[in-house]
């Protein structure tokens, strides 16, 4: 547990010392990392459900008239495209192309959307934010320090809403994936989104910080029965990369551009935003690396910052994330390798503490579920 009293706690701190979480400083938070077990974690969500503060993200809130063209300016993606009730991933980028953060927006009316950002970089967007949207008819405003976000993840999350809330089973009925709906739960009222970061199905509640102690009590009684356990970033961090899913500081960086990433359908040419121009050039040349999956053989997994090694151990890339999946039983790793050694199948290196071990370019996910 950190002894740093200068972290920011979430509005479920307590809830999380009564469950016996160990903690650690995530981007100025004091976050819990695990309860019991990585592994037992990590296969609850797997086989299951776990339930995740993330109340560390930054939520910013775009109201007004123009706040699609206001946020079609701010971002890469078309967001004045996105229908009501339906969210969409997209990036913030520098003018010079770079990646800043990647996030996901929704819609909650023609007029009104909430942009949900990583909490390494909440503060920074929301000023970005704001300022990208002088000039248009909309007022921003940062939500972050009255929003929790907890979420539900893993193929029985249905069933521990339904129990936590019978009167929610219609509303889960129709609420597709990458869409979200206010719904009451508990007595609480939360906007319900079908989305989340760990390559199952799932749910993300977002609900004022005032309330989020009763409803994570609520959501954790209801999931005795469906094998409910509470999961910590640790887990969090194994799950996202089975799927395939980048995390920004490792896969996504201001150096970056989203085409190298392999974002390219993220990125909306055919409108003016910030660093259109400078991504319209970079789009009429294929990157020199990429970003490519890795799987290895053995126990040794390759760690952000490995170098990768192509013939002649000459080296070819970098590992951005890399683990040894628990779901799959092998080493996996996400990196950006030179073009032409990106084809699923190419052998490769990777040096492992300064062991040479093999790998194997891989389809992205490594984990899909059924």
């Known amino acids: ?68 063209e206001a946020l079609d300016h701010a971002l890469a993606g078309k967001l004045s495209a996105v229908q009501v009730g339906r969210a969409k991933y997209s990036l913030l980028c520098a003018p010079d192309g770079g990646v800043l953060d990647d996030l996901v927006v929704y819609r909650l009316a023609d007029d009104r959307f909430l942009v949900v950002v990583n909490a390494s970089n909440a503060a920074q967007d929301a000023a970005e934010l704001i300022s990208r949207a002088k000039g248009f008819d909309v007022d921003v405003t940062d939500r972050a320090a009255e929003t929790a976000l907890i979420a539900v993840q893993g193929p029985r999350s249905p069933d521990v809403l339904r129990s936590a809330e019978p009167g929610v089973a219609s509303i889960l009925e129709g609420l597709r994936y990458y869409a979200s709906e206010p719904a009451t739960i508990g007595g609480i009222d939360v906007l319900l989104a079908r989305t989340g970061y760990t390559g199952e199905d799932g749910f993300e509640l977002y609900v004022p910080d005032e309330h989020a102690p009763a409803l994570w009590n609520t959501l954790l009684a209801a999931g005795g029965q469906h094998a409910l356990h509470p999961a910590g970033l640790a887990c969090r961090d194994t799950l996202r990369l089975e799927a395939g899913m980048a995390l920004y500081g490792h896969e996504l960086t201001a150096e970056t551009n989203p085409f190298a990433a392999g974002l390219r359908r993220v990125v909306a040419l055919d409108k003016e935003f910030v660093g259109r121009d400078t991504l319209a050039a970079l789009a009429e040349d294929e990157p020199a690396r990429v970003l490519a999956g890795l799987t290895g053989t053995g126990r040794r997994a390759g760690r952000a910052g490995a170098t990768v090694l192509g013939a002649d151990d000459a080296p070819v890339g970098v590992v951005t994330s890399g683990v040894l999946s628990p779901t799959l039983g092998v080493p996996i790793a996400l990196a950006y390798i030179d073009r032409g050694l990106s084809e699923v199948g190419t052998e490769l290196r990777v040096d ?8 194997t370019v891989s389809s992205l996910p490594f984990y899909q579920r059924a």
């Open 1 to 68: 547990m950190t002894a740093n009293d200068d972290l920011v706690r979430t509005p479920l701190d307590a809830e999380h010392e009564r469950l016996g979480a160990t903690f650690t400083d995530f981007a100025g938070w004091r976050m819990p990392v695990r309860y019991d077990s990585d592994l037992a974690e990590h296969h609850a969500v797997r086989n299951s459900a776990g339930l995740f503060d993330l109340s560390h993200m930054g939520e910013v809130e775009f109201v007004g008239p123009q706040a699609a």
């Open 352 to 359: 492992v503490r300064g062991r040479s071990q093999p790998y």
